[in-house]
C-alpha cells in the first residue's frame, strides 16, 4: 500500500529533493498528492503533481505532509496546523528521505505503533528527532551513570511512578564545558544534559513520562565494560526489544559493535551519530534497530 504524501514547499530542498522522490514513486512506496505553500505561482501543475492551496488540503485524503524546509519549519508547522487544520502527528520532515534504506510503509508501521525508547543518554531523543516522530519518554536529554541506569531498568515501573526532586546539586558537562543540573529520583541520578533550568527540566520529565506506552518498550544501552553488558543482560530481558552499543566484539544476539570512525574520539559519538545523520553515520539501519532488529549495513 502506497503512502499519500503531501509536499510543502517549491524552493530549493524541494529542488534538491525531486529526483529522489520520484526514485520512491518508481519503487511504488510512494503517491504523491500534491505540493502546496504559503506563496503558490500562478498554474496548476508543477513536475506533473497539482498545486493545492492550503485551504484545499482539509478535503485532500493523505497520509503525511512532508515540510520541505529547514530555516521555516516552526513556521510552516504553525501554518499548517492552524491554517490548514493538519494534525501535528501527520507532519514529517524532508530529512527523512535522506535516511539510507529508508522505507515509508516500514516507517508508517513504526509510527502507528507509539514506540517509546528507554535510553542512557540522548540515543532516543535523537532517534525520535531524526525520524520526526514525538519522544513519547522521559528519557531524553538527560543521561546516566551505568550503575543508576541498570538500577533504574531493573524495576523501571517503580523509577517511572516517582518524581524527581532537585536539591540544587550540579555536575560539569564535560562536552559542552558547563554545569548543569543533577535531579534526583530517589537514589538514583539524572544528569540534565541540554534542559539547564531544574524546574524546566523536571516538568519535561513528568510531561514526557505521562505519554510512555508501556505496550511497545525499545531499551538501548551502549557501553565499552563487558561487565555492564552482562548486567544490561540481566536486566533487560524482560523487554521484547533490546539494544547494546559495544565498543568490542559480542556475540550475543542484542548487543551490536560499533566501530569509532574518521573524525570520532568518543564512543558515545558513534552511537549517537548512528542515530541521527550525523558525521560518518554509516553502520547501523535506523529503521531495522527501532523495530528491534540487529542490522548492519558494514556487512
Known sequence: MKIRLILWGIGKIYNSMINLLKCYEDLDQIEIVGITAQDLPNFKYLDSYRLLNMEELQEESYDYLIIMSDVYFKEIVKAATDVAKVPRQRIISYHLLQIPNFNFQRYDMIRKQNISIVSNNCWGGIICHT???????????????????????????????????????KSLDTNQNIEVPMLELEDVLIKCNHDLNAEEAIYNWKRRRDKFNWNNILVEMYTEEPEVEKSFAEVSKQFKKRICFVSYESNQEYVMQLPLMPGQTKFYETVNCNAGLGKNAIVYSILEIIDGCKSYRII
Do not use: Q
Open 131 to 169: 525520524l520526526s516522530m514525538e519522544c513519547l519518554s522521559p528519557f531524553k536529554n538527560v543521561s546516566f551513570s551505568s550503575a543508576d541506569y541498570i538500577k533504574i531498568l531493573s524495576n523501571l515501573k517503580y523509577y517511572m511512578s516517582i518524581d524527581p526532586i532537585w536539591t540544587g546539586r
